[in-house]
T-cell receptor, first 114, second 115 residues
Framework: DTAVSQTPKYLVTQMGNDKSIKCEQN?????MYWYKQDSKKFLKIMFS???????INETVPNRFSPKSPDKAHLNLHINSLELGDSAVYFC?????????????FGSGTRLTVV | GDSVTQMEGPVTLSEEAFLTINCTYT??????LFWYVQYPGEGLQLLLK?????DKGSNKGFEATYRKETTSFHLEKGSVQVSDSAVYFC??????????????FGKGTHLIIQP
């Protein structure tokens, strides 16, 4: 049983397209996150959701929109894709109010915009 | 703001060598500290953690001690194996944030172990 699962694992698409990445966690965690890892392996938080409420939006372009239908899911929708959006996107989750817990990460979605 | 600084890679060692990956941090409060590992083509896995000063986290032969006086959390292993080849990330989270503020990561250190 995968704790945090993302689909698809690979996504190749053309500039200007709209795409979504799905994330589901079966850990019962309260908070979910999206991270972007660039070509140099640098990780930066994009969003976090706590009980369907957006908590953080780290200066991410508004072409990116997180959507959470329920506590176990946090999908990432991207409009008008650009070449610079090519990266690996990681979903993660953690319990609420336990900053010393650490996060559980998904295996990542490698997005390539051509 | 918070930040984490790691030694630049790649770090190349022979099997059974001693490993140290340096990590220092800047934080406004009293953070919890973590080491994550990313094997090729995979996501991040929590390797070890420490939540207060002088705590030592350990797992799979790796250790790191939370040093508040030097704001450091260096990762060590006495005898590395080829299977330890991966990218290692040092990270912190502010304890006052309740866990929802997000992990702040260092830039990662690529470790290569040669047989």
């Amino acid at each position: 049983d995968t704790a945090v699962s993302q689909t698809p694992k690979y996504l190749v698409t053309q500039m200007g397209n709209d795409k979504s990445i799905k994330c589901e966690q079966n850990l019962g965690h309260d908070t979910m996150y999206w991270y972007k890892q660039d070509s140099k392996k640098f990780l930066k938080i994009m969003f976090s959701y706590n009980n369907k409420e957006l908590i953080i939006n780290e200066t991410v372009p508004n072409r990116f929109s997180p959507k959470s239908p329920d506590k176990a899911h946090l999908n990432l929708h991207i409009n008008s894709l650009e070449l610079g959006d090519s990266a690996v996107y990681f979903c993660a989750s953690s319990p609420l109010g336990t900053s010393n817990y650490g996060y559980t990460f998904g295996s990542g979605t490698r997005l390539t915009v051509v | 703001g918070d930040s984490v600084t790691q030694m630049e890679g790649p770090v190349t060692l022979s099997e059974e060598a001693f490993l140290t990956i340096n990590c220092t941090y800047t934080a406004t409060g009293y953070p919890s500290l973590f080491w994550y590992v990313q094997y090729p083509g995979e996501g991040l896995q929590l390797l070890l953690k420490a939540t207060k000063a002088d705590d030592k986290g350990s797992n799979k032969g790796f250790e790191a001690t939370y040093r508040k006086e030097t704001t450091s959390f260096h990762l060590e292993k006495g005898s590395v194996q080829v299977s330890d080849s991966a990218v290692y990330f040092c990270a912190l989270i502010e304890s006052s944030g309740g866990g929802a503020d997000g992990l702040t990561f260092g830039k990662g250190t690529h470790l290569i172990i040669q047989p």
